[in-house]
């Protein structure tokens, strides 16, 4: 018969513990699910039982990650709990405790902003550092709503004085035209997932305001041509489905006391298949200049539902000649 293993995690209170576990144990049960363990609440701690040590080991790991954000003052939500048993089990519970220390001075809804993978993390530290940072990489690793995040602090710090949010309106052609109302109305469906990233970091109120003395700009690529943005923080989403001639346009606005964020995904581009895309392009062409820094995620940056992070892998892992030829829109993360 298998020797039962336990490992004790000290606690500082029973108010601690019940914050761990989540109202009703829903973050417990979240661990519970994960793991072939069971956890025993004691007087000096928690005890944690089954047969497998490197589970129990696994377990106590991301108990302690999540007990020290608790004792620092962070709220803890399902989500949290679930990206400390991902790290847990892949090892890297220290370095996603070293991106989470970073935060950015913008709460949302669910809090203080921060970064929660060490590829997010260097992805801010680049923004902090360069005037103009790329951000590539699949969707769900937080590529815009992090670069909206800079911008918001940026603005709200006095370091800019507006905030420009642009997309490419890929369909402005034939499908477009089909849309009901005035260019306005056609475009909207295309900008409202910057909107949506925008609502999650101010009020309402606060928005419209700023929306209306034109401090905070959505709009279409297009409108960018012929202007010289100067003090302000410039987003280009879903930059896989600009042209060649689109990125050149948008990067060459870029004026005085600016910075850019250009975000997008290699793979999803929905540009016709004899038209290259801009962000692809600007890999090669920008890569040696220096200001400029490639920021490169992975499935393992990717903070949405967990099935994601398996759906990524999955479809990388298909080989190159088996791939559909038909091409889809990222969404913008969350």
């Given at each position: 018969?298998?020797k039962?293993?336990?490992?004790?995690?000290?606690?500082?209170?029973?108010?601690?513990?019940?914050?761990?576990?989540?109202?009703?144990?829903v973050?417990?049960?979240?661990?519970?699910?994960?793991?072939?363990?069971?956890?025993?609440?004691?007087?000096?701690?928690?005890?944690?039982?089954?047969?497998?040590?490197?589970?129990?080991?696994?377990v106590?790991?991301?108990?302690?990650?999540?007990?020290?954000?608790?004792?620092?003052?962070q709220?803890?939500?399902?989500?949290?709990?679930?990206?400390?048993?991902?790290?847990?089990?892949?090892?890297?519970?220290?370095?996603?405790?070293?991106?989470?220390?970073?935060?950015?001075?913008?709460?949302?809804?669910?809090?203080?902003?921060?970064p929660?993978?060490?590829g997010?993390?260097?992805?801010?530290?680049?923004i902090?550092?360069?005037?103009?940072?790329?951000?590539?990489?699949?969707?769900?690793?937080?590529?815009?709503?992090?670069?909206?995040?800079?911008?918001?602090?940026?603005?709200?710090?006095?370091?800019?004085?507006?905030?420009?949010?642009?997309?490419?309106?890929?369909?402005?052609?034939?499908?477009?035209?089909?849309?009901?109302?005035?260019?306005?109305?056609?475009?909207?469906?295309?900008?409202?997932?910057?909107?949506?990233?925008?609502?999650?970091?101010?009020?309402?109120?606060?928005?419209?305001?700023?929306?209306?003395?034109?401090?905070?700009?959505?709009?279409?690529?297009?409108?960018?041509?012929?202007?010289?943005?100067?003090?302000?923080?410039?987003?280009?989403?879903?930059?896989?489905?600009?042209?060649?001639?689109?990125?050149?346009?948008?990067?060459?606005?870029?004026?005085?006391?600016?910075?850019?964020?250009v975000?997008?995904?290699?793979?999803?581009?929905?540009?016709?298949?004899?038209?290259?895309?801009?962000?692809?392009?600007?890999?090669?062409?920008?890569?040696?200049?220096?200001?400029?820094?490639?920021?490169?995620?992975?499935?393992?940056?990717?903070?949405?539902?967990?099935?994601?992070?398996?759906?990524?892998?999955?479809?990388?892992?298909?080989?190159?000649?088996?791939?559909?030829?038909?091409?889809?829109?990222?969404?913008?993360?969350?």
């Open positions: 018969m298998r039962r293993e336990s490992l004790k995690v000290p606690m500082q209170s029973n108010a601690e513990a019940q914050t761990l576990f989540g109202q009703g144990d973050f417990l049960k979240i661990v519970e699910d994960n793991f072939n363990i069971r956890v025993i609440q004691k007087s000096d701690g928690l005890e944690i039982l089954g047969d497998n040590l490197d589970e129990i080991h696994q106590a790991k991301a108990f302690e990650s999540l007990l020290n954000r608790i004792r620092s003052g709220r803890i939500n399902a989500n949290d709990v679930k990206y400390a048993i991902r790290a847990s089990k892949h090892n890297r519970i220290d370095q996603m405790d070293e991106a989470m220390s970073e935060s950015i001075p913008v709460f949302s809804k669910r809090g203080v902003v921060r929660k993978t060490p997010q993390k260097r992805y801010i530290e680049a902090k550092t360069n005037d103009l940072v790329f951000g590539i990489g699949p969707a769900g690793t937080g590529k815009t709503y992090l670069a909206m995040a800079m911008a918001v602090a940026a603005l709200k710090s006095a370091q800019v004085s507006r905030i420009i949010l642009t997309r490419p309106a890929v369909e402005a052609g034939e499908k477009l035209g089909f849309l009901p109302g005035d260019i306005a109305a056609k475009i909207d469906p295309y900008l409202r997932p910057l909107y949506d990233a925008l609502y999650d970091m101010m009020s309402p109120e606060a928005l419209e305001r700023y929306i209306e003395r034109n401090v905070i700009e959505v709009a279409p690529i297009a409108f960018m041509r012929g202007r010289t943005l100067n003090n302000s923080f410039v987003v280009l989403d879903e930059a896989q489905n600009a042209t060649i001639e689109q990125m050149k346009m948008f990067l060459t606005r870029l004026g005085f006391d600016s910075k850019a964020v975000t997008g995904d290699i793979t999803q581009t929905d540009l016709p298949t004899n038209r290259v895309s801009g962000l692809a392009d600007a890999q090669f062409v920008l890569s040696d200049i220096k200001g400029i820094e490639f920021i490169y995620f992975s499935s393992e940056d990717v903070v949405r539902h967990e099935l994601v992070q398996q759906v990524i892998e999955a479809y990388e892992r298909r080989p190159n000649d088996s791939r559909d030829t038909g091409k889809s829109s990222e969404e913008s993360e969350p």
